[in-house]
Nanobody, 124 residues
Framework: QLQLVESGGGLVQPGESLRLSCAGSGSSLDYYAIGWFRQAPGKEREGVGCLSSSGGSTYYLDSVKGRFTISRDNAKKTVLLQMNSLNAEDAGVYYC?????????????????WGQGTQVTVSS
Protein backbone atom coordinates (compact mmCIF):
# COMPACT_ATOMS: atom_id res chain seq x y z
CA GLN A 1 0.00 0.00 0.00
CA LEU A 2 1.53 3.27 -1.11
CA GLN A 3 1.54 6.10 1.39
CA LEU A 4 2.36 9.67 0.46
CA VAL A 5 3.67 12.50 2.62
CA GLU A 6 4.04 16.08 1.46
CA SER A 7 6.46 18.56 2.96
CA GLY A 8 7.93 21.97 2.27
CA GLY A 9 4.92 24.19 2.71
CA GLY A 10 5.11 27.46 4.55
CA LEU A 11 4.60 31.19 4.47
CA VAL A 12 6.22 33.20 1.68
CA GLN A 13 5.86 36.68 0.28
CA PRO A 14 4.50 37.35 -3.20
CA GLY A 15 7.17 36.77 -5.81
CA GLU A 16 9.09 34.28 -3.73
CA SER A 17 9.65 30.59 -4.35
CA LEU A 18 8.87 27.39 -2.52
CA ARG A 19 9.65 23.77 -3.21
CA LEU A 20 7.30 21.03 -2.11
CA SER A 21 8.29 17.42 -1.81
CA CYS A 22 6.20 14.27 -2.07
CA ALA A 23 7.71 11.18 -0.48
CA GLY A 24 6.34 7.69 -0.83
CA SER A 25 6.55 4.62 1.36
CA GLY A 26 5.34 1.11 0.89
CA SER A 27 6.13 1.21 -2.82
CA SER A 28 8.45 3.04 -5.16
CA LEU A 29 7.16 6.22 -6.73
CA ASP A 30 8.97 5.16 -9.91
CA TYR A 31 5.90 3.17 -10.94
CA TYR A 32 3.40 5.96 -10.46
CA ALA A 33 2.26 9.06 -12.19
CA ILE A 34 2.30 11.80 -9.56
CA GLY A 35 -0.17 14.64 -9.62
CA TRP A 36 -0.11 17.79 -7.54
CA PHE A 37 -3.38 19.37 -6.49
CA ARG A 38 -4.27 22.37 -4.40
CA GLN A 39 -7.30 23.55 -2.53
CA ALA A 40 -7.98 27.07 -1.35
CA PRO A 41 -10.61 27.77 1.32
CA GLY A 42 -14.10 27.57 -0.15
CA LYS A 43 -12.85 26.32 -3.51
CA GLU A 44 -12.72 23.03 -5.30
CA ARG A 45 -9.52 21.05 -5.29
CA GLU A 46 -7.80 21.67 -8.61
CA GLY A 47 -5.02 19.93 -10.44
CA VAL A 48 -1.79 21.90 -10.60
CA GLY A 49 0.17 19.45 -12.69
CA CYS A 50 1.31 15.91 -13.15
CA LEU A 51 4.38 13.94 -14.09
CA SER A 52 4.08 10.40 -15.38
CA SER A 53 6.27 7.56 -14.18
CA SER A 54 8.47 7.80 -17.26
CA GLY A 55 8.43 11.57 -17.45
CA GLY A 56 6.97 11.32 -20.93
CA SER A 57 3.56 12.65 -19.97
CA THR A 58 3.05 15.86 -18.09
CA TYR A 59 0.64 18.73 -17.79
CA TYR A 60 0.35 22.00 -15.90
CA LEU A 61 -2.55 24.21 -15.00
CA ASP A 62 -2.51 27.22 -17.32
CA SER A 63 -2.09 29.68 -14.48
CA VAL A 64 1.11 27.99 -13.26
CA LYS A 65 2.78 27.26 -16.59
CA GLY A 66 6.25 28.72 -16.70
CA ARG A 67 6.29 29.16 -12.91
CA PHE A 68 5.83 25.64 -11.54
CA THR A 69 7.89 22.58 -12.38
CA ILE A 70 7.38 18.98 -11.33
CA SER A 71 10.40 16.70 -11.26
CA ARG A 72 11.67 13.54 -9.70
CA ASP A 73 14.57 13.43 -7.27
CA ASN A 74 15.72 9.89 -7.88
CA ALA A 75 18.34 10.00 -5.16
CA LYS A 76 15.80 10.92 -2.50
CA LYS A 77 12.97 8.97 -4.14
CA THR A 78 10.67 11.96 -4.03
CA VAL A 79 8.69 14.06 -6.48
CA LEU A 80 9.21 17.78 -6.26
CA LEU A 81 7.00 20.73 -7.07
CA GLN A 82 9.12 23.81 -7.60
CA MET A 83 6.98 26.93 -7.37
CA ASN A 84 8.38 30.28 -8.45
CA SER A 85 6.90 33.78 -8.55
CA LEU A 86 4.19 32.85 -6.11
CA ASN A 87 1.14 35.03 -5.76
CA ALA A 88 -1.88 35.10 -3.48
CA GLU A 89 -3.88 32.94 -5.88
CA ASP A 90 -1.39 30.12 -5.36
CA ALA A 91 -2.16 29.82 -1.66
CA GLY A 92 -3.88 26.73 -0.35
CA VAL A 93 -3.28 23.21 0.81
CA TYR A 94 -1.19 21.29 -1.67
CA TYR A 95 -1.62 17.57 -2.10
CA CYS A 96 0.31 15.00 -4.05
CA UNK A 97 -1.53 12.01 -5.46
CA UNK A 98 -0.48 8.88 -7.28
CA UNK A 99 -1.82 6.50 -9.87
CA UNK A 100 0.09 3.50 -11.23
CA UNK A 101 1.26 3.78 -14.79
CA UNK A 102 2.64 5.94 -17.53
CA UNK A 103 -0.18 8.40 -18.06
CA UNK A 104 -1.06 11.64 -16.32
CA UNK A 105 -4.68 12.46 -15.61
CA UNK A 106 -6.23 15.80 -14.85
CA UNK A 107 -9.22 14.39 -13.01
CA UNK A 108 -8.58 13.92 -9.32
CA UNK A 109 -10.98 10.95 -9.24
CA UNK A 110 -8.44 8.94 -11.23
CA UNK A 111 -5.84 9.07 -8.49
CA UNK A 112 -5.75 6.20 -6.03
CA UNK A 113 -3.41 7.46 -3.33
CA TRP A 114 -3.31 10.82 -1.60
CA GLY A 115 -1.15 12.57 0.92
CA GLN A 116 -2.46 14.65 3.81
CA GLY A 117 -1.43 17.95 2.28
CA THR A 118 0.90 20.80 3.14
CA GLN A 119 -0.15 24.41 3.61
CA VAL A 120 1.18 27.14 1.34
CA THR A 121 0.49 30.71 2.39
CA VAL A 122 1.42 33.68 0.22
CA SER A 123 1.18 36.98 2.01
CA SER A 124 3.08 40.20 2.42
Amino acid sequence: QLQLVESGGGLVQPGESLRLSCAGSGSSLDYYAIGWFRQAPGKEREGVGCLSSSGGSTYYLDSVKGRFTISRDNAKKTVLLQMNSLNAEDAGVYYCAAIPGLVCYRARARYEYWGQGTQVTVSS
